[in-house]
């Protein structure tokens, strides 16, 4: 079984903090994402990385970045927290290989909460 | 801007009864089909993919895609109160590793 595993469950940081949110996969998956989700918008992709060290903006990058200097881990980095970044963040991952690479399997989330 | 449509519901459906669940795409190009099952507070599992045109039975799931008319649908035969969660539809786009996703119908399965 596919198994992605994120840092945080829950998570409260102040406004103007930096933030690290880190995930893990252990299927050796070429790709990873990191979205939030949040009511009535669904999941929005912030970004995503197709390889170790290459990294793609998805549709809303403001205010984040990210990290891929290992294959099975993906980091998500809000560089100064807002209220408007409370949310859940999930991060995904899939392989590159035949049609089964456009599945995506997913971790258990992190709901932050910034004060 | 492709778009991924569905009703936000909630859905509700007596214990035992079909469930109907749709989805409508933009892009007709589009080639490969998912339905994620979402429980409150948990993160995303996908139980069906389909990439013809037609039906795929998996269990007490099926989903049907007919292209020419641009939906999707997730049938769910004999539903159980353990059916009672958001599904998420996505579609694949253009590009080689984003989905296009649906915001999700909420399904609530009545005992």
């Known amino acids: 079984d596919v198994k992605v595993t994120q840092s945080s469950r829950y998570l409260v940081k102040r406004t103007g903090e930096k933030v690290f949110l880190e995930c893990v996969q252990d299927?050796?998956?070429?790709?990873m994402f990191w979205y939030r989700q949040d009511p009535g918008l669904g999941l929005r992709l912030i970004y995503f990385?197709?390889?170790?060290?290459?990294?793609e903006k998805g549709d809303i990058p403001e205010g984040y970045s990210v990290s891929r200097e290992k294959k099975e881990r993906f980091s998500l980095i809000l560089e100064s927290a807002s209220t408007n970044q409370t949310s859940m963040y999930l991060c995904?991952?899939?392989?590159?290989?035949?049609?089964?690479?456009?599945?995506?399997?997913f971790g258990p989330g992190t709901r932050l909460t910034v004060t | 801007q492709k778009e991924v449509e569905q009703n936000s519901g909630p859905l509700s459906v007596p214990e035992g009864a079909i469930a109907s669940l749709n989805c409508t795409y933009s892009d007709r190009g589009s080639q490969s089909f998912f339905w994620y099952r979402q429980y409150s507070g948990k993160s995303p599992e996908l139980i069906m993919s389909?990439?013809s045109n037609g039906d795929k039975e998996d269990g007490r799931f099926t989903a049907q895609l007919n292209k020419a008319s641009q939906y999707v649908s997730l049938l769910i035969r004999d539903s159980q109160p353990s059916d009672s969660a958001t599904y998420l539809c996505a579609v694949k786009g253009d590009s080689n590793y984003q989905l296009i996703w649906g915001a999700g119908t909420k399904l609530i399965i009545k005992p």
């Open positions: 389909i990439y």
């Open positions: 995904a991952s899939r392989t590159s290989l035949g049609t089964a690479s456009y599945e995506q399997y």
């Open positions: 299927m050796d998956h070429e790709n």
């Open positions: 990385s197709y390889d170790v060290k290459m990294k």
